[in-house]
């Protein structure tokens, strides 16, 4: 390629308000003539230009980007046609069009009783095609379970998605079979949670549930077992920032219960043990040294264990930190 007065110009300097439309995108490619790789692409032009020796090595670039400019957050926002991101949170991941519940038309005005009515019809059949067979309709059931019970467990939008995972596999190995699809949910539910180290006990769990403690339970073994999902025992650790501060405890009482996890657990006794529980007794026995008493009642009360529970842990990690 020969050169030439317009080739030779140089890329002029890029403003902070189009950085969107025009950031430079550096190539893999080599300049045919002085063998440089720095090509820069230039949005505004259309054109891949030499950096160093300024030869334009291709012109009339196609533009990927829309056909609309603009120049601040506000207008690429106004201008903007893209719908909400695909989430496997939902059964159809977020792909299909909702007609919104409102009988308003796009100015706000009510619309006629005869269109409030075909409106009406046209949802109804929306949500029939919507799921195509009994497996999408299992999905969506299950995800919308997952997503009720998360929203009341307060827990982070990644475990929703974690368990929207593990239940389209369960789902694909067949495992819903002979199962309650509420069970099967909730199990997925307490394994993200595992997974993702946010410390909800199976007790929680159930509170939120429509399936009792003992099915959530065997579901999880079975679930975690057919589908090998790698589990760390739970850190009883884990549950003491939250345990404090639902009773109202200082910060020293949280250091002393997590010292005394330390000690307890490298003598090897947590082995078998309660999570929710060891951690109880240990604030339990953290709030007596630091003068900050709380009853066992109101301990077991927030960690949803029972006082025998707390006071058997209590005695057995006095004895081994040796305050006994």
């Known amino acids: 390629m020969t050169r030439s007065s317009r080739q030779r110009e140089r890329i002029p300097e890029r403003t902070s308000d189009r950085t969107s439309e025009c950031e430079d995108e550096r190539t893999e490619r080599a300049c045919p003539d002085c063998g440089s790789e720095e090509l820069v692409t ?20 196609i533009d990927p ?7 601040n957050h506000t207008e690429r926002q106004e201008k903007s046609r893209v719908g909400a991101p695909t989430t496997r949170t939902m059964h159809d991941k977020g792909l299909t069009t909702t007609i919104d519940w409102r009988d308003e038309d796009a100015y706000g005005r009510t619309i006629s009783s005869r269109k409030r009515s075909q409106m009406h019809r046209l949802r109804k059949w929306q949500e029939r095609i919507r799921t195509k067979d009994a497996g999408e309709r299992n999905l969506q059931f299950a995800l919308s379970e997952v ?7 307060g827990v982070p ?16 190995e067949d495992l819903i079979r002979g199962r309650s699809i509420e069970g099967v949910a909730t199990a997925c539910l307490y394994a993200a949670c595992r997974q993702q180290g946010i410390p909800r006990s199976l007790e929680e769990i ?18 975690s077992k057919e589908l090998e999902l790698e589990m760390e025992p739970v850190d009883p650790k884990q549950y003491v920032p939250r345990f404090c501060s639902e009773l109202d405890l200082a910060e020293e009482v949280q250091t ?5 996890i330390d000690q307890t657990t490298e003598r ?13 007794a240990a604030i339990y026995a953290a ?19 029972t006082e025998v529970t707390i006071r058997n842990r209590y005695q057995e990690q006095i004895e081994v930190v040796g305050l006994g």
């Not at 230039?42 to 090595?57: I, P, Q, T, Y």
């Not at 980007?65 to 120049?71: C, D, K, Q, V, Y």
């Not at 997503?147 to 467990?153: E, G, K, N, V």
């Not at 006794?269 to 109880?280: D, N």
């Open 42 to 61: 230039s949005a505004d032009r259309g054109e891949l230009v030499c950096d160093e020796c300024g030869l334009v090595v291709e012109e009339g670039t």
């Open 65 to 71: 980007g829309p056909e609309w400019r603009a120049f």
């Open 147 to 153: 997503d009720r019970m998360a929203s009341a467990l």
């Open 157 to 172: 939008r990644s475990v929703r998605e974690v368990a929207s995972v593990v239940y389209r596999r369960a789902l694909d």
């Open 206 to 223: 159930a509170d939120v549930s429509r399936v009792d403690r003992t099915e959530i339970g065997r579901t999880y073994r079975y679930v």
């Open 256 to 260: 002393r219960a997590n010292e005394i």
């Open 268 to 280: 090897g006794l947590l082995s078998g043990k309660s999570p929710t529980g060891f951690a109880a």
């Open 287 to 305: 709030s007596l040294l630091c003068n900050e008493k709380k009853t066992q009642r109101e301990v077991a009360d927030v960690a949803q264990v």
